[in-house]
């Protein structure tokens, strides 16, 4: 109740409320930098982020190269292209406050996840056990499962899982207390993908290293919607996806953390684009990994799968994480202060923290009919997502949402909900929701 109290003196619930919140906004003009489409509400950027001209221009830029150059495209700009990876973790390193030479970007969530696990874990007849949660997204446990399987090890009794108390939040003190002597490796999420929890990855590093285990995170929720300080958390290792609040393109290339005290070790998946550049083309059969975290390459980096990485990360550095989290957490609140004010009433409930620190990028508005309201929302102009069982998530992102969409977004929940225009739908799950 205090924090309703709080955001009630903060905001109100009128449409020129929203309007002067817009017309004040440092960050508007960002909004012009992205391919905003004629009446639609986009609201989905935790899941895939809106196309920008900025990824556009980089994208077409790599096209014209590949066009004119060929295969000389590799040693255009004194070999930029050959390194793209390292060209591009200088500005995602900022994102993480990392060491450039700590960030690489490869493959996808999953195959990072791959390469991390058989990099670290090293299970042995006393220590052979991996920590996990029990509501993280399913490709970190797919990926979790078959590491140990192919181990040797039955995922059943190697893999620790910590059940979360009540279906919706991750218990910290939960997950230090099951780190046990038999204890390997934790994989972890950064922000929780259902209901939006940020993660104390910095009090879970402190005590997997009091115990000599090697800790990971994954940063899918996180990356682009969260301050993230590495430089003080000093992870072993992160992974994360590039196309949802980060707007890199549906199946952009991926990100990897190695944190620089693991640079002598072998990847655990070993490729030629993470052999030392000097022998790289000698083709030697003989593997010499590169010291840092381009090491942890695997295969020839896919240009148009990272160029419009490259456009989306100029607007990130100019504008900085500060004020982009600032303006996240400040949506964040005024919807949620809508939802309490208008929707409560019927049936509506937010399934996320309250409290800054403790809540990503997105809200998690629950209701009975939420599968059938999300479809509903589709066709009146709004582009949500939905959860299991009961959840809409629907994500304000800074960059390009503003106020009075947030306003329009709740403004037609209620209509969908009070002239029950959801019951025309079915409940059949669509192959995307």
Request: hydrophobic residues 40%; neutral net charge; contains cysteine.
């Amino acid at each position: 109740m205090q924090d309703r109290h709080k955001q009630s003196v903060k905001f109100d619930t009128s449409l020129d409320f929203a309007r002067k919140k817009d017309q004040g906004d440092e960050l508007r003009d960002a909004r012009d930098r992205f391919f905003i489409q004629p009446n639609e509400i986009y609201m989905d950027g935790n899941s895939l982020g809106m196309a920008s001209k900025d990824a556009e221009a980089a994208l077409l830029n790599v096209l014209a190269l590949w066009k004119k150059d060929g295969i000389k495209i590799w040693n255009r700009e004194d070999g930029k292209y050959y390194h793209y990876a390292r060209v591009l973790a200088k500005p995602m390193a900022k994102l993480i406050n990392a060491d450039a030479n700590e960030v690489t970007l490869v493959g996808s969530t999953t195959s990072n996840i791959h390469q991390a696990i058989s990099t670290f874990y090293h299970p042995t007849k006393s220590r052979y056990k991996i920590l996990v949660d029990d509501l993280n997204f399913p490709t970190d446990r797919y990926a979790v499962d078959s590491q140990v399987a192919l181990k040797g090890y039955n995922p059943q009794e190697a893999v620790r899982v910590v059940a979360s108390p009540d279906g919706r939040f991750i218990d910290e003190d939960a997950v230090v207390a099951a780190m046990n002597e038999d204890v390997a490796l934790v994989l972890l999420p950064a922000v929780l993908y259902r209901s939006a929890q940020v993660i104390d990855m910095k009090k879970l590093t402190i005590e997997a290293h009091k115990r000599n285990i090697i800790i990971g995170f994954d940063l899918c929720h996180a990356i682009g919607a969260v301050e993230i300080d590495f430089d003080a958390i000093q992870p072993d290792f992160a992974v994360w996806c590039n196309y949802k609040y980060l707007s890199a393109g549906p199946g952009a290339i991926a990100g990897l953390y190695i944190n620089k005290r693991h640079f002598g070790q072998t990847p655990g998946m070993a490729g030629w684009f993470g052999n030392r550049d000097e022998t790289q083309f000698q083709l030697k059969h003989e593997f010499e990994h590169q010291q840092d975290a381009s090491g942890w390459q695997v295969g020839t980096p896919p240009l148009l799968a990272m160029a419009p990485l490259e456009g989306v990360l100029q607007l990130f550095d100019q504008i900085g994480m500060r004020k982009i989290r600032a303006k996240s957490l400040d949506l964040t609140g005024y919807l949620m202060y809508l939802i309490d004010m208008k929707l409560a009433k019927y049936g509506c409930g937010i399934g996320n923290s309250r409290e800054d620190k403790k809540r990503g990028g997105h809200i998690c508005l629950e209701h009975d009919e939420a599968y059938r309201i999300s479809r509903a929302l589709r066709d009146n102009g709004v582009v949500p997502d939905f959860r299991e069982p009961n959840v809409i998530r629907l994500a304000p992102v800074a960059l390009y949402n503003t106020y009075e969409e947030v306003y329009q977004v709740v403004h037609i929940l209620e209509r969908i909900i009070t002239e029950k225009i959801y019951e025309q739908y079915h409940t059949n799950r669509a192959l995307v929701v």
